[in-house]
T-cell receptor, first 104, second 114 residues
């Protein structure tokens, strides 16, 4: 299973775009990249996933590099409620994630 | 609300005891996953079942076991409990057959071992 690397923490101003990077250089060619977030001690919430192409849904956009070694999750207009730990995973290995703090 | 339910919400027990955690997946989901989340280890995958059969195994201790029943609910049994087993235990379900697909997590069971 692919391991991922994420910065431990990031800050973002409310209303601005939050761009969360993830390195997954060991991901295999047919392995999807999944993003989840966890608010406090609640169950993680699925956000989005992708294989090669960029993806967008009502929550976020996912940009995957052509070599598939990294990706960026974009929250276009971050709100205070987006403050959470964001996990990028290859399959079943959740790392420590990125703690995103959205500030007024 | 993900549609996944877990009971109980909180469980306090003593070392050496045995407990059972229960999970009901979303309607129609055939896959169930179990995870352990402790402060120092993060979210650790334990085991996955698909339609009653074990599908994938992670870092699950021999003292732990799980099963998925014909009605698709799942139980995680933890025995000979140790202080270090204190953690949040999450169940997730997925409509997909593969390993590690889009998962919907329950609210968790907080286990405290004294």
């Amino acid at each position: 299973d692919a391991k991922t690397t994420q910065p431990p923490s990031m800050d973002c101003a409310e209303g601005r775009a939050a761009n969360l990077p993830c390195n997954h250089s060991t991901i295999s060619g047919n392995e999807y990249v999944y993003w989840y977030r966890q608010i406090h001690s609640q169950g993680p919430q699925y956000i989005i996933h992708g294989l090669k192409n960029n993806e967008t849904n009502e929550m976020a956009s996912l940009i995957i590099t052509e070599d598939r070694k990294s990706s960026t999750l974009i929250l276009p207009h971050a709100t205070l409620r987006d403050t959470a730990v964001y996990y990028c995973i290859g399959k079943l290995i959740f790392g420590k994630g990125t703690k995103l703090s959205v500030k007024p | 609300d993900s549609g996944v339910t877990q009971t109980p919400k909180h469980l306090i027990t003593a070392t050496g005891q045995r407990v059972t955690l229960r999970c009901s997946p979303r309607s129609g989901d055939l896959s169930v996953y179990w995870y352990q989340q402790s402060l120092d280890q993060g979210l650790q995958f334990l085991i996955q079942y698909y339609n009653g059969e074990e599908r994938a195994k992670g870092n699950i201790l021999e003292r732990f076991s799980a099963q998925q029943f014909p009605d698709l609910h799942s139980e995680l049994n933890l025995s000979s409990l140790e202080l270090g087993d204190s953690a949040l235990y999450f169940c997730a379900s997925s409509p997909h057959t593969g390993v590690g697909n889009e998962q919907f997590f329950g609210p968790g069971t907080r286990l405290t071992v004294l």
